[in-house]
C-alpha cells in the first residue's frame, strides 16, 4: 500500500507548486484518524519533516518554510496537499508524504521539486 505523491516539477525561484498527496481507500482510517506529514529529502542530505498537519487539523512547519508553505487536509478526498510558495532553490528536494499508524508506516514515492535561480 503506498501513497499517491504527485505536482512536483520545475519552476523559478519566487513561484509557487502544490503537491498532492492521495490515499489509497484501502487505509481511509489511517488517513483520517492520524497525522499527515510532508518530508523532504534533498540531494546528499537525510529525509527532514517539512510539515505536518493532525487529525483535528492542527499543523506545524520547519522553521525553514514558516510563513511560506501550508499543508491542508481533505478527508473526502482523501488527499493532503502542500502548497508551497516564495520558494528558493533551498526547497529543491524530492517530496515524500506519510503517515502511520502504530508500528505501521505509508509513505508515498515521491515527487521532485527543482528550483531555478
Known amino acids: 500500500v503506498q501513497l499517491q505523491a504527485s505536482g512536483g516539477g520545475l519552476v523559478q525561484a519566487g513561484g509557487s507548486l502544490r503537491l498532492s498527496c492521495a490515499a489509497p481507500?484501502?487505509?481511509?482510517?489511517?488517513?483520517?484518524?492520524?497525522?499527515m506529514g510532508w518530508y523532504r529529502q534533498a540531494p546528499g542530505k537525510q529525509r527532514e519533516l517539512v510539515a505536518v498537519i493532525t487529525s483535528s487539523g492542527s499543523t506545524n512547519y520547519a522553521d525553514s518554510v514558516k510563513g511560506r508553505f501550508t499543508v491542508s487536509k481533505n478527508n473526502s478526498r482523501r488527499t493532503v496537499a502542500l502548497q508551497m510558495n516564495s520558494l528558493t532553490p533551498d526547497d529543491i528536494a524530492v517530496y515524500y508524504c506519510?503517515?502511520?499508524?502504530?508500528?505501521?508506516?505509508?509513505w508515498g514515492q515521491g515527487t521532485e521539486v527543482t528550483v531555478s535561480s
Open positions: 506519510h503517515t502511520k499508524r502504530g508500528q505501521t508506516t505509508y
Open positions: 481507500t484501502t487505509i481511509l482510517s489511517v488517513f483520517v484518524s492520524n497525522d
